[in-house]
């Protein structure tokens, strides 16, 4: 159950995820009590606030999550290029405070990786699977958090890991295309907020499952919907299936 009005600190207020989140706390009738950025500490700020919303880097996630633990309070990650030694991070925390990390807050993207899931597991494994993902010209990470987030509902749909399973960055003579690999592409450009299709194609067709973002601020929306309801759960790592109720 969201707060009627929750208190929010946002790490990396002044981005631009940072910038939506603020506006977003605001129309969800929240507060926004504590903004840190790059050079500013959370923790003795955080003791203050009813949960903590991360979108600014992998470096910054240890400081986070170590303010969430010390003021006993969860903590929204959206972060994306998280590393291994990040998830070990975030898993470890998870023992103590709720911990909810995603690569996408959109309620509409975690609702098509619910449908990508189911149709990866119901079609054969003859159905290759294809995802392209396009992004404005700043983003620094490819293939997206999004991206990656549709290929693990792929993988896990199909009983593999993505890990050992995935194909990016074609180039040149790359021989023909391994069976059961998902493969990956992204477009980077202009000022598109975020556009993902994931394609399974099988023998004479193709089924395609897509989502386009026309503003960031249904992240933001996302985010402050989540992190709402993720005040007073059981310490565990959520993910926004459970939001959703998935």
Not at 75 to 100: K, R, S
């Amino acid at each position: 159950m969201s707060h009627s009005k929750a208190q929010f600190g946002v790490i990396g207020h002044k981005g631009r995820m940072g910038q939506a989140l603020a506006d977003a706390i605001a129309d969800a009738g929240h507060e926004l009590r504590v903004g840190v950025d790059e050079g500013g500490h959370p923790g003795p700020l955080a003791t203050q606030c009813d949960v903590l919303v991360d979108f600014s880097v992998p470096e910054a996630l240890g400081e986070s999550l170590g303010a969430a633990k010390v003021a006993g309070i969860p903590i929204l990650i959206g972060t994306t290029g998280l590393t291994t030694e990040n998830h070990e991070a975030i898993d470890a925390a998870g023992e103590v405070i709720p911990v909810l990390q995603t690569g996408n807050t959109s309620l509409g993207v975690n609702l098509l990786c619910h449908l990508i899931h189911r149709a990866a597991a119901t079609l054969g494994d003859d159905w290759d699977i294809e995802i392209l993902e396009m992004h404005h010209r700043y983003k620094v990470d490819a293939p997206s958090g999004t991206a990656l987030l549709m290929g693990l509902a792929a993988a896990e749909g199909r009983g593999i890991a993505l890990d050992a399973n995935s194909e990016r960055g074609r180039d040149g003579m790359t021989g023909a295309r391994e069976e059961g690999a998902i493969g990956f592409a992204s477009l980077r450009g202009g000022t598109v907020a975020g556009d993902h299709s994931v394609i399974f194609a099988g023998a004479e067709e193709r089924i395609t499952l897509s989502h386009s973002a026309e503003n960031r601020m249904i992240f933001a929306r996302g985010a402050v919907k989540a992190a709402s309801w993720l005040i007073g759960k059981e310490p565990g790592r959520y993910t926004m299936n459970d939001v959703l109720g998935l």
